[in-house]
């Protein structure tokens, strides 16, 4: 079981997106594509031609291949249904952040790498919000591990059972702040625009094309659902199993999955009545929940728990 | 005689006019008064240095006191003389004070001096202030060395340290072997003398005789 | 003993016959290793046991002659290194032969004061070849006086302090030989060999007076803060052989000697304690000066002043380990500081200027001249490598074992001020751009005919810098029993 | 004694470099270089054996009665040894190729041996006096090899980095002295076993002196100013040997007085190490990632990362202070192991640097650009060094990263509350710098590798000589070794740590790491493993899913503006505006725009931009005290007025002062 957890997330990450975009599209009295859409987008764009600057260098072709291989490893030890991981690939919320910042870093230099404005402008902002978003995010997830005694990802969601303390709550709030920010949502940036001035991650990726651009956007949707799963995993364990093996996986199957669709809903909410906000107002916002995270933590060791 | 010096503490009485001809620098205005000052102040020393040889019955004292006269009431002043006389110096020695500060500040002096050396010293021989006196001397030569701009109102101060200095040895210690009195004696004749050359070339380079614009090296 | 004495009378008189502007030089040096060979047997002599001559007005013990050594290699040095100085200033007309005759003869002379300080027993006579020293030394600042006026200046301002602060170190001498003679009575009660029997004996009161006056005295001669004033006038005024020569050990080896005979009556710590406040101004006003100085051959001199302070500060310390610092203090000082003069002679020569913004590059055109100078600079801001840096460890190593912090606290502040200093001066200098700010000429290498001189010259500069380097890493076992032999001789143990 | 003398003969080696490269032919003389790697081999051996052999110490060479040389060799000392020698050895190797034909290239050559040499010596040595008189031999020939350019630029930098360094220097000595008062030795060893005798405010003494004192030659900030103008002027194949080596040295100091001596102190002082160390990680990649010049952003990133190894000393420390050893040592292998890595990948960084500077001729990444299509071997290994220091997986950075994170946030396990609440918040701060970081690697490896030229001097670029790449490359590869295969340096790194602490390091390493009492676990094998395998698998899957498709090469996207060119790029100060802005607090930027127009204001002829950050520590700290010292020395100057007279009064005060004061 635990070595279909890679391909479970590899595979419904694109349906994740889809029921976000549905439900945004709902939420604002569209119809809206149907929630199998990002997987037809993939397959198009596999099957084009692909167009490349005659600036670019082996980067911007390395690149796609290094997000999709960093993106997927940190599926590995992320637990799914199960707390075992596959292969004996350990690793740990530090890990999960630095492999997530490996694909970061081939993104932004793949954005630098064609010589033109909106690459860099993509680059330099989607680094900056990492410097912002990266030390509350650890900070959010140390309080969890702190509880746990552990920073590996199973430990954590194996050693408590939903959110049991304000402490928690204050790293949740901190953490879906974080994760916003980091699959590029509103109000922080907006995944469905391409106007020059406001895109991020569009910006780093407007060269690519073809199936460069499908690895990318497919690499894009298992870094959210890993983030979700992340979320749920650490804040939510109800329901998930602690064995191997394929028996008795159907509570923790369709408990991951109702915990899935409540978060990608939420995410849609939160886009739909949220505007996106100046780029330099960014840092009040993710400042706040750097308090609230370091409130966690505080909170934590004075109260104990 | 011995008797009659020692009764009425002649040394004493000289070793005051030594200081007495020493404090009046602050008095006079021209380089000749002070050269006159100098030449009673050094046959004083001599006088001083007989009287001693007398009390102690030590020949070499009356060769050390001709050879004082000889020197220092003679031939420096005889060199003064011919070193003012070619300088062709104006005569004040324009002091930066006025002469009743510079007097009140030389009286402070022989207080300073009196009152630190008040405890802890034993003083023996046939005065009991002769090293204070001397010490008196020496600081208010100096001080008058200060407050002076001309370059031969150094070499005077300068030639009253020597006699207070030679007061000092006398009075205390009843003179040296000669031969280190004679060494001491010529060292001193050739350091006035080399002064003394100096002096002139100071005024031929630098066309005065004023020590103030001898200040370019500084810093 | 009075061989050696007499050697340098006979060459300065020899030198004052020579004509010839080409041999006078070689007369000269001629003479000084003849006395070199001729003292190095007194010296070891000395050494295993005191020496006494002429009824023992002469005399010497290892003390002596370990600072009698240090003199005669650093008058060595001068002598040779005099030789291609002069002749560039023959060459360019900024002395003449008669000049040249006044200078080596007076140079010997000089030479010969310097010897008969340290040889004398009685306090008397050393005074007198004290106040030789410094009639002698006067007439070599003053010399050429029509070309440069400031020597004139500065030699004046010599001869007039050096001459009021040796006065004041005579009323000491009168005042020694007043407590003595009251113990001894009159006979060679002037003798260090009597007065050190009787040290214990003599009044404290009176030393204690006797000790001021002769600190101010002859530390107004060895350049002591603030009493210094006359040695960055000498020295940077001096022609370079000469400046190497100022202060010289004359008046610390004075100040040494009395040490032994006063702090047995009056304690370690009355002496101790001036010599500790001497020494911390010094360094203290030395590095304020350093930091702000301009002109390369005073930055030197300050230096002087500071490790003439840093000695100070060492003997002020005290103990066995305070004096092994100050007496290594001195040979370091021996090669360090005489080499900067020549070096920084050489580098006058060649800018015509003694300031520091007019001089840069030196580093580039001349490597070895750079070299050495740098070098040297390193060893006078107490870096290691170099010897100075094992001295004056040692005198904090001393301070620290004494629990003197304050002192220690001190010292380090203003080490690293003058450390600051000392480079910033001579970085400028020896780094950056070649020829670019120094005006015309300077990019071209100077060609500079080598001649017996110039090598001779450099060959005496390269070994001081030898030296250097090497006492940083080890001192020679023979030198190290000396040092010690000295500490037992002002029973300092 | 075959250690001891593979030691001299590593020495030896040394010294004969230094000798060839003064009396080589001047041709010939880059070659003088292979003189030290061999004796780095030599090194690299016997510091290899110290590691699992017993301490021993060599004989004393006496300086004066009351000193002497002496080194002794123990296996903290011999982690240093290897430290120091994997560096050497690549680095000679380059400098062969550098150098070759360069000016001056003997006095080059002579120097660096000094320096390593002297390098050596300060790790090795068993005693305060030996240890300082290497220490400075290491300041003066890093001096002499900072001034190398004879520019006016390097005088001052070399004065400045001479003065700084004396200044730490300073406070050594002071520690030195305090420690040997009170334990009455001069030895380390003996100071050792008597450190328990020394009164608790003299260690508090030592402690902050020491932090003072070696935190200056490691660059920790405030003191770190001398860093970023030193390493720019100083020649290529120095600057690796000064940061990756020489400021590792003073972290061996500082562990060699401050935990080996001294041994387990109050608890604040490991707070203060972790504070120290989080500032100077978080200011100082702040201040890097403003550069635009190659080397001053390398310099800066030095400094950020000696503030990730305090924080693994910090935490090692609080840890001891509560007794809890195990994680003692833990902590201190994290910090141990980052050092050695830092060694690797910033010798690899400023070696590509140097071989950028030395082909385009400027360290101005603002006139580079495009450099990896002429320099793909540079380029690329370049890049290794950037993932590595970015501490991204799986590479070496990273992994002593994550044990530095760990070891942070098994500050939980403390009782005290504060060390509870500053841990995470280091971690933080550790994060925080590993975010700017990548930030500013990102903006350096792209604006000199990637896009278009920007100048003459990047179109003119060539590739480096083979010697230069292949120590690169060899480096590089330690780099992806020590990253996959972490067992081997912590193989390294355990027997220094137990050296220190007494309790050996409680590391499984069996398959994958983890950490004591499992708090966490990290297999950096498989995942590197599962890294190449996904990428591959995506590249298969792409072929199989879309087929055999087209690639059209084309112009970069222009908005329809034709003839898109290298000023329209996005430059590196416009990589960095938004920092500057979101942390104007820190920087204190200067903005300065001059606009001309043709008809105003609707015409532009020009608009030229201007923007500089206020270097804080300069300008508030250093400049003023600086300021102030001359203007008091100005004034203390006036005492020697050239006026004989006022010296005359000089003796007279001083003479009555005595007289007053004294009898």
Redesign the interface.
């Known amino acids: 079981m635990e070595y279909l957890q890679l391909f479970i997330i590899i595979l419904f990450s694109p349906l994740v997106n889809g029921v976000i975009k549905k439900v945004k599209a709902n939420m604002q009295g569209r119809t809206g594509p149907g929630v199998l859409q990002p997987y037809y987008d993939l397959l198009r764009l596999l099957r084009k031609d692909m167009v490349i600057s005659r600036v670019t260098s082996w980067i911007f072709s390395v690149t796609p291949y290094v997000v999709f291989a960093s993106v997927t490893a940190a599926a590995l030890f992320v637990p799914v249904l199960t707390t075992r991981t596959a292969f004996g690939v350990k690793g740990d919320v530090i890990a999960l952040i630095y492999v997530f910042a490996l694909g970061r870093f081939f993104l932004a230099l793949a954005g630098l790498d064609a010589g033109t404005a909106f690459g860099g402008e993509g680059s330099s902002r989607e680094m900056t919000v990492a410097i912002l978003v990266e030390p509350m995010m650890m900070l959010a997830l140390f309080t969890a591990a702190i509880t746990a005694g552990s920073t590996n990802i199973a430990s954590i969601s194996g050693a408590h059972r939903a959110l049991s303390s304000p402490s928690h709550l204050l790293a949740l709030s901190a953490l879906v702040i974080a994760i916003i920010a980091e699959t590029g949502r509103v109000p922080v940036d907006n995944p469905d625009t391409h106007l020059e001035l406001t895109m991020i991650h569009e910006g780093m990726i407007l060269e690519y094309s073809g199936r460069y651009l499908a690895l990318m956007e497919w690499a894009h949707y298992i870094k959210q659902m890993i983030l979700f799963t992340v979320v749920v995993d650490i804040f939510v364990p109800v329901g998930i199993a602690q064995t191997a093996g394929f028996s008795g996986m159907t509570v923790p199957a369709v408990s991951y999955a109702v915990k899935m669709t409540v978060l990608a809903v939420l995410m849609a909410a939160v886009e739909s009545t949220r505007a996106k906000v100046r780029f330099f107002q960014l840092p009040s916002i993710l400042g706040g929940a750097f308090v609230l995270a370091f409130l966690a933590l505080v909170t934590h060791i004075m109260m104990g728990k | 005689m011995k008797h009659w010096l020692e009764t009425y503490s002649i040394i004493d009485f000289i070793s005051v006019g030594i200081l007495l001809t020493a404090v009046t620098l602050n008095a006079f205005k021209s380089i000749e008064s002070y050269v006159k000052a100098y030449t009673i102040n050094s046959w004083l020393l001599a006088g001083l240095i007989a009287v001693v040889g007398v009390l102690v019955n030590e020949s070499h004292l009356y060769m050390a006191a001709v050879l004082t006269v000889l020197t220092k009431g003679v031939l420096i002043p005889i060199i003064i003389w011919r070193i003012i006389r070619r300088m062709r110096v104006a005569h004040e020695v324009t002091p930066?004070i006025s002469n009743t500060l510079s007097l009140a500040i030389s009286g402070i002096?022989v207080a300073?001096?009196y009152?630190?050396?008040q405890?802890?010293?034993?003083v023996?021989g046939f005065s009991r202030d002769a090293?204070q006196i001397?010490?008196a001397v020496?600081?208010i030569s100096?001080?008058i060395?200060?407050?002076?701009?001309k370059?031969l109102t150094?070499v005077m101060g300068?030639l009253f340290?020597?006699n207070g200095?030679f007061l000092?040895?006398f009075s205390?210690?009843?003179g040296?072997?000669t031969i280190?009195e004679l060494?001491?004696l010529f060292?001193?004749l050739?350091?006035v003398i080399?002064?003394g050359i100096?002096?002139v070339?100071?005024k031929r380079?630098?066309a005065s005789a004023d020590?103030?614009k001898?200040?370019?090296?500084?810093? | 003993m009075l061989t050696v004495l007499l050697i340098p009378i006979i060459t300065a008189v020899l030198c004052y016959l020579v004509k010839s502007p080409r041999f006078i030089g070689y007369v000269s040096l001629a003479g000084m290793s003849v006395l070199v060979v001729a003292a190095a047997r007194l010296i070891a002599a000395s050494l295993a046991a005191p020496v006494y001559e002429l009824q023992e007005a002469l005399f010497m013990d290892a003390f002596s002659a370990y600072v009698m050594a240090l003199m005669l290699f650093y008058s060595f040095a001068a002598a040779v290194y005099s030789i291609s100085y002069l002749q560039h200033e023959f060459e360019t007309g900024l002395i003449d032969i008669r000049g040249m005759r006044r200078y080596y003869g007076l140079f010997h002379l000089f030479v010969f004061t310097m010897l008969l300080v340290v040889a004398a027993n009685n306090l008397a006579l050393m005074w007198i070849g004290m106040e030789a020293t410094t009639i002698v030394s006067a007439l070599l600042i003053g010399l050429g006086f029509h070309k440069r006026p400031l020597a004139v200046e500065a030699a004046w301002k010599y001869i007039v302090l050096c001459t009021v602060g040796i006065t004041f170190a005579l009323l000491g001498t009168f005042i020694t030989y007043y407590a003595a003679s009251s113990v001894v009575g009159h006979e060679s009660a002037l003798n260090w060999t009597v007065l050190s029997g009787i040290a214990a004996k003599l009044n404290p009161g009176t030393m204690k007076l006797a000790f001021i006056f002769m600190l101010v005295g002859y530390g107004t001669k060895a350049g002591l803060a603030p009493v210094h004033n006359w040695l960055p006038d000498a020295q940077s005024q001096a022609p370079s052989p000469i400046s190497a020569l100022l202060p010289g050990w004359t008046a610390f080896y004075a100040i040494m000697r009395f040490l032994a005979i006063v702090s047995p009556s009056t304690g370690v710590s009355f002496t101790g304690n001036l010599l500790v406040i001497f020494g911390l101004i010094s360094i203290g006003i030395a590095a304020i000066f350093i930091v702000v100085q301009d002109n390369y051959k005073r930055l030197l001199s300050y230096s002087s002043v500071e490790h003439m302070g840093i000695m100070a500060l060492g003997v002020g310390i005290g103990g066995p380990l305070g004096f092994y610092g100050s007496l290594l203090h001195m040979l370091g000082n021996t090669f360090a500081k005489p080499l900067m003069f020549f070096t920084s002679g050489k580098i006058q020569a060649r800018f015509g200027s003694t300031n520091i913004a007019n001089v840069t590059g030196v580093f580039s055109s001349m490597p070895l001249l750079g070299a050495m100078t740098f070098i040297g600079a390193l060893a006078l801001a107490g870096s290691p490598p170099f010897n100075i840096f094992i001295s004056e460890f040692t005198i904090l190593k001393a301070a620290a074992d004494k629990g003197m912090w304050l002192v220690l606290g001190i010292f380090l502040f203003f080490a690293a001020v003058v450390f600051y200093g000392v480079l910033s001066g001579f970085g400028k200098m020896l780094f950056g751009d070649p020829g670019r700010e120094s005006g015309a000429g300077s990019l071209v290498r100077p060609r500079i005919p080598v001649t017996v001189g110039t090598v001779l010259g450099n060959g005496i500069m390269i070994a001081m810098t030898a030296s250097i380097v090497v006492m940083g890493f080890t001192i020679p076992q023979f030198i190290d029993r000396t040092i010690r032999a000295c500490i037992a001789a002002l029973g300092a143990n | 004694m075959v250690v001891l003398n593979t030691f001299i003969a590593g020495s030896a080696c040394i010294l004969f470099g230094a000798i060839a490269s003064l009396t080589l032919l001047s041709k010939a003389r880059n070659y003088s270089y292979l003189f030290s790697s061999v004796g780095s081999l030599l090194f690299l051996a016997a510091g290899g054996y110290l590691l699992y052999a017993p301490a021993f110490a060599g004989a004393a060479i006496p300086v004066t009665s009351n000193f002497s040389f002496g080194f002794s060799f123990d296996a903290l000392a011999g982690f240093f040894v290897v430290l120091i020698s994997i560096v050497s050895l690549f680095l000679s190797f380059y400098s062969v190729g550098l150098t070759r034909g360069i000016r001056h290239g003997g006095y080059l050559s002579f120097f660096y041996h000094l320096l390593l040499l002297s390098m050596y010596g300060v790790v090795l040595s068993s005693n305060i006096v030996t240890f300082l008189v290497c220490w400075e031999t290491m300041a003066v020939a890093s001096y002499f090899l900072i001034v190398f350019d004879r520019n006016a630029e390097a005088a001052k930098a070399g004065l400045f980095t001479v003065v700084m360094t004396h200044i730490g220097t300073v406070f050594i000595i002071a520690l030195f002295l305090v420690l040997a008062r009170f334990t009455g030795s001069m030895e380390f060893s003996a100071m050792r076993s008597a450190a328990a005798s020394i009164p608790s405010g003299a260690r508090n003494l030592i402690f902050i002196f020491a932090l003072i004192g070696f935190g200056t030659k490691a660059g920790i900030i405030p003191l770190h100013t001398w860093i970023p103008r030193a390493y720019p002027v100083a020649p290529s194949n120095v600057t690796p040997l000064m940061s990756g080596v020489m400021i590792k040295t003073a972290v061996y100091g500082f562990l060699r007085i401050c935990l080996d001596v001294l041994g387990p102190g109050p608890e604040w002082w490991g707070i203060l190490v972790i504070a120290v160390g989080a500032a100077s990680a978080v200011l100082g990649i702040l201040y890097a990632v403003m550069e635009s010049d190659l080397k001053v952003f390398l310099a800066y990133s030095s400094v950020e990362n000696v503030g990730i190894i305090l924080m693994g000393i910090g935490a090692s420390m609080t840890f001891r202070n509560s007794a809890m050893h195990p994680l003692a040592s833990f902590a201190l292998a994290a910090a141990l192991f980052h050092a050695l890595n830092h060694a690797l990948f910033k010798s690899l960084l400023f070696q590509g640097a140097g071989s950028v500077v030395h082909a385009a001729g400027t360290r101005n990444m603002e006139q580079l650009g495009g450099l990896l299509k002429n320099m793909p071997w540079t380029g690329a290994l370049f890049l290794a060094g950037t993932l590595a220091i970015t501490a991204l997986p799986p590479l070496n950075g990273f992994v002593s990263e994550w044990l530095t994170y760990q070891a942070l946030l098994l500050g939980f396990k403390s009782s005290s509350v504060v060390v509870k609440i500053v841990s995470p918040l280091g971690g933080a701060a550790l994060a925080l710098t590993g975010a700017i970081v990548a930030a500013g690697f990102v903006k350096t490896f792209a604006t000199t590798f990637l896009g278009m030229p920007r100048s003459e001097h990047a179109i003119d670029a060539r590739e480096s000589s083979p010697w230069m790449i292949a120590s690169m490359s060899l480096l590089a590869f330690l780099c992806l070794i020590f990253g996959v295969f972490p067992g081997i340096p912590l193989m390294l790194v355990s027997p220094a740590v137990f050296s220190i602490t007494g309790s050996s390091l409680d590391l499984d390493l069996h398959g994958s790491m983890v950490t004591p009492q499992a708090t966490a676990s990290l297999s950096t094998t498989a995942l590197a493993l599962s890294l190449v395998l996904i990428a591959l698998a995506a590249i298969l899957f792409v072929r199989l899913a879309g087929g055999r498709r087209r690639t059209v090469i084309a112009d970069s996207w222009d908005c329809g503006i034709p003839a898109l060119n290298s000023h329209m790029q996005y430059t590196a100060a416009a990589f960095t505006k938004p920092l500057r802005i979101i942390y104007k607090r820190i920087y204190l930027p200067n903005r300065e725009l001059k606009v001309s127009y043709i008809v105003k204001p609707f015409f532009v002829r020009s608009i030229t931009y201007g923007g500089e950050i206020t270097p804080f520590f300069e300008r508030y700290v250093y400049e003023p005290v600086m300021r102030g010292m001359h203007t008091a020395a100005t004034k203390i100057k006036l005492l020697q007025s050239g006026s004989l007279q006022l010296y005359l009064g000089y003796i007279l005060i001083t003479l009555i002062a005595l007289l007053i004061f004294g009898t």
């Open positions: 930066y002096l300073v001096v009152a630190s050396l405890g802890g010293i034993f023996t090293l001397s010490i020496i600081l100096l001080f060395m200060i407050t002076r701009k370059a150094m300068l340290m020597e200095l000092a040895g205390l210690t009843f040296m072997p280190i060494g001491v060292d001193m050739m350091g080399i002064l100096f002096a070339q100071i380079v630098f020590l103030d001898l200040t370019v090296l500084k810093g």
